[in-house]
């Protein structure tokens, strides 16, 4: 079973940037991965933020963060990063990475939480003055 580790969150300022990691552990070699990034504020749906093919092409950004962040995998660390550059209070909610095994040249759909299988338990954000 794939197992999901976030980390790199913490408190920063408006303007100021962060990098998330997502580490995975537990896969079948050779398999590939849909990974994607969400993030949720209490009260309200998970939204997704950044998703990115199996074979590290076909990435995709929600509109709120577009030309802000930045999603980058590394398969020979087993990590996928969300570099967050501009930082803005409304960024501030917990985040979280999901995983799906896919075929190579899949879709990975951004926003939807039902097609992920597999969870990380997620790394707080909060970015204030």
């Known amino acids: 079973e794939v197992q999901l580790m976030e980390s790199g969150g913490g408190l920063a300022q408006p303007g100021g940037s962060m990098r998330l990691s997502c580490k995975t552990s537990g896969g079948t070699p050779n398999s590939r991965y849909c990974i994607v990034w969400f993030r949720q504020v209490p009260g309200n749906e998970r939204e997704g933020v950044a998703s990115?093919?199996?074979?590290?092409?076909?990435?995709h950004y929600a509109d709120s963060v577009k030309d802000r962040f930045t999603i980058s995998r590394h398969d020979a660390e087993n990590t996928v990063y969300l570099q967050m550059n501009s930082l803005k209070p409304e960024d501030s909610a917990m985040y979280f990475c999901a995983a799906r095994e896919v075929l190579s040249g899949s879709i990975c759909p951004r926003s939807d939480t039902n097609f992920y299988t597999y969870w990380g338990q997620g790394t707080q954000v909060t970015v204030s003055s």
């Open positions: 990115i093919g199996a074979t590290g092409g076909n990435s």
